[in-house]
């Protein structure tokens, strides 16, 4: 043991040196921690960039990244969504926003992160994408963005960097306009869609991908989670219910087209093969639309069913298990807007997809704000903030014969629907006329509207008649929307959807500033033409008036935010202007 003896003081001495080193760098690992609030290095490019110089992507992998397995809980660097960078920072070069797996692992939350795309006309989509998220406890998310070195993509990257929004760049060199549905530049940002998801999976994570025309209503990560076994959970364009309760749809009745809009990737080596055949399908072929291609590929080798209870089928010649998300929750714009299919079912939805629509981007925005789940900035909701005159708005008057006797057919609809239109053409009068901002009625139909030929309604929908149709449904929402020549189409005239009143978002302000006009038969009992009230809020105003007598009666009210019309039937005789009338007819 003497002879021993020195070796164990070596040894012990080694310990002890160890001990004490370690100890050094817990206490400094600590310490650091702890400043991390002050620390120009420990807050994330993305929020808190208290740096003023960034000179390369370098310094992204290296920020609050903790690498390893998969993460099972929120990553530790994920920073709150909408913590916006602190004063005075200044904006990383736009180099700095590039997909790398250390970006997404700070985002990831049980290994699971939520990407959309974009470019600069869909910054709204983008903000009340996000908002509805965030408001649902989902914030392991990421906002992809189509940039080149363009001012628009700039300001693009900038204005959601400024807001706190996690961006990235895929260096796609995208278009900063609203691209149309089936031009080069709408199958070049579909293209990107696949890249995007070829280059995650490898990295491990799953992935939500969705469209930014997607608002989400209901946490749908829950749900995924119930089938761990499915390679992929897409949406569809299904209009019929296969299914009466929350579980997958029916793949063996589905037989409309997925829809890619919402789809759900695991990093499984099956999903990870379709995503590479998918993209070099589509890079092959410039004029191919990306769901059709997934649809191709999918579709090659469809069933049997994995098991008899969770709804999933092999896919793919067999080589992937495919889950069908049902239409009446994971709902697109016919299921939703036109059918309310979880309404009927008594379902809580989880999103609703703007397709089944018209009007492009415009369609699409009004149709959300008609359903009171598109995020508008206050004053929007203030009209008289931007255009002096406020709102007006009006009851409409609908005969129960027009509504429900008959039959539904081509004729009782178009009377339905003219009927309304010249009531919404006096009140588009009456509102140039005194400068305001029409918010529209609801609209009823009796027939659905649709690009191809059928019979009223569906065959199998759920479609109820007549039923609370979309504004896009009957009028041009784009054309309304547009700024057109006035030599040519007169003043501009504002429209609001008929839910406005409804919405959260209105200030108490605007509807306490309301004055109700009732109209009366001309030579009646206090039905004198006057710019006073009878009662608090209410006017007396005589129907067929002139031109002259809105402007001179109305003029006292400019201050007063809503004006509502007991009716539009024989509200207004004209304009004096007879060739303005004869256009208007």
Known sequence: MANYKPVFLTIYAAVVVGVVVSSFYVFSAVYSSS?????????????SPAQNQVSNCSHLTVVNVSLGSASQTQSKSMMPIWEVPPSGSKMPPLKTFKLTKELVQQRVKDNVVVVTFGNYAFMDFILTWVKHLTDLGVDNLLVELNCDAGAMDTKMVEALYWKG?????????????????????????????????????????????????????????????????????????QVVPTVVDDSLDNWQQVGAAYNIGIFHWRPSNSAKQLAREWKELLLADANLWDQNGFNDLVRRQLGPSVDEESGLAYAYDG???????????????????VQAMYQQLRLEPYAVHTTFQYAGTEGKRHRLREAMVFYDPPDYYDASESYAGGFLTFNPSIPKSLLLDGEHNLESHFD???????????????????????????????????????????????????????????????????????????????????S??????????????????NFCQEGSRGCEVSNSTSQAGVLKFPKRSSEETYKTVFSSFKDVKVIQFSSMQDAFTGFADKALTQTNQ
């Open 35 to 47: 400043s991390s609030s002050s620390s120009s290095s420990s807050s994330s490019l993305w929020f």
């Open 165 to 237: 929004v996690p961006v990235f760049d895929m260096g796609g060199h995208m278009s900063t306009i609203d691209v149309g549905w089936g031009s080069k530049a709408f199958h070049k940002m579909g293209r990107q869609k696949v890249i995007l998801i070829d280059a995650i999976l490898p990295m491990g994570f799953e992935i939500l991908m969705c469209d930014t025309d997607v608002v989400w209503l209901k946490n749908p990560l829950p749900y995924l989670a119930r089938f761990p076994e499915a390679d992929i959970l897409t949406s569809t364009d």
């Open 319 to 337: 080589n992937l298990k495919l889950g069908l998300l049902p239409a009446s929750i994971f709902c697109s714009g016919h299921t939703y807007f």
């Open 416 to 498: 339905l629907v003219n009927y309304q239109i010249k009531q919404i053409r006096t009140a588009l009068a009456v509102t140039s006329l005194l400068n305001r901002t029409l918010v529209m009625p609801p609209l009823w139909c009796r027939l659905d509207r649709l690009w191809f030929g059928h019979p009223g309604i569906l065959p199998g929908s759920m479609t109820k008649q007549p039923f609370i149709c979309p504004l896009d449904h009957v009028f041009e929402v784009k054309t309304m929307l547009n700024e057109l020549p006035e030599d040519e189409f007169g003043p501009p005239i504002r429209i609001r959807e008929y």
């Open 500 to 517: 406005l009143f409804a919405n959260p978002s209105m200030p108490k302000k605007v509807k306490e500033s309301w004055l109700d006009v």
